[in-house]
């Protein structure tokens, strides 16, 4: 056979081989795979699993038609790379002279110093990969068998040829989980990570060009979701944030603020710990301590302080849940109750004044300034207590006109308003929003709005 007649599809690949580990001997599946295998110029994969056919199946004649198939393919890929070496090897006069200049010997001498700084690198890895595969074995999962590769070359022999076995079946993975709960995402990471190995060791094996990153992150997607079958909604979770960390630190996924790195120090996001590390839905990846500190001097709202979009309840579970974002949920539970402290006239008031802004249309705004004077008397004879609520609450309301949220308390955008910094059509907007949320809270039915937002038309050149 040729070179490579069409591109490997790691989903059947994958398939296959699941049904290979479950159903053994699995003649069908094995047959099919070495097809595909010789489809895409896989020979030595090809030949491995022909062996295993031959043992299981030695009398059939496709079994013995597929392996001469197979011995002839791999005999014309040895004939072709003996002539290409043949050609490689005759050197040209000016060669030998080459090698002696300093160019040649500078090269020759930071390869040598790059091999020895691989060596020392190697070393560190070798050491955090023990206890690694320690754990896995403990677990019953199985090891890549990488740590050999490392230690010989470490040691200056010859590299052993070792690849990763096949993944674990996916539901030795779920009664793992199950076993030790509290271990769950690190399990998750190490079943995912041997998936990656066993991948790129067959492309390394039969592709030059690798393994494509999207491909294998569709087989982990897959994967997630078929160990997320067999588990209780509470572990669950433990799967995304598995396949969150296994992304980052071994496939190399783009954030919406890779550019920007981390809020306070701007690091490269890739060198944020796993412990401390998070991504939202919308694709921004956080260290966790930055993002709850930022999170606290907005008084507690769950707005991503770098979009100004407000997080989703999926993520502010999530951000929760984190050990180092615990501490957010009592300003969560604050913000809840300061809006169960608003009462009903209160915030039948606050929509009336929201309806006379947004039906502002006089340039000096009279019936505006005129209703927020008044709204502003009434505020005056409240609790205190009621009072700081108004001045201190914020609610996730958003400017659709602008296509982002607006980042203020209530009594800061009335005083943004009386100071006219802020348009009237935009206060009237967010106080609308903000009555609507207070009335929810309380479980109170929503007003009916019968103004239409008139921002576009009367302040367009305030945005």
Known sequence: MGPLTGAPDLTLIAELSDEIERHPPAVCAKTLLVHHYLSIGWIGAAADLVKELQRDASHDTEIVRLAEVVKQSAETRVAKKSKANTAVTSSKPGEKAARRTPAFRKMASELVDGHQSLREKAKDLFGNLLPLQ??????GLPTSGV??????FIEGRNVPKVSAGPPSKVHAVMRAILSIPEKAVDLVILDFEN??????????LNAPNGASEDEIREILVKRTRAIQKGLPESLKPHCELGFMHTEHENLHHKYANDALGTMVLNRPLKEIPREDFYVTEDNYAWEISELTTAIRAGDGVMRNPLSKEMFTLKDIRGILRHPRGKALEALAIAQEEMSQGVRDDTITRMGKLAEIMLAEREQDQKKSRKAYDEFQAYIA??????QKTIEAYRCPAY???ARKAYDDTIGQTLKDFHAGILCVHKAGDFLRQAAVHLRCNRGMAPRPSTQENSCVVMCAGNV
């Open 381 to 386: 004879t409240l609790p205190e207590r009621e």
């Open 147 to 152: 740590s050999v590769s490392l230690k010989a």
């Open 134 to 139: 320690a754990e896995q074995r403990k677990l």
């Open 195 to 204: 998936v990656i190995l066993w991948l790129r060791g067959i492309f390394m």
């Open 399 to 401: 400017d659709e006109y």
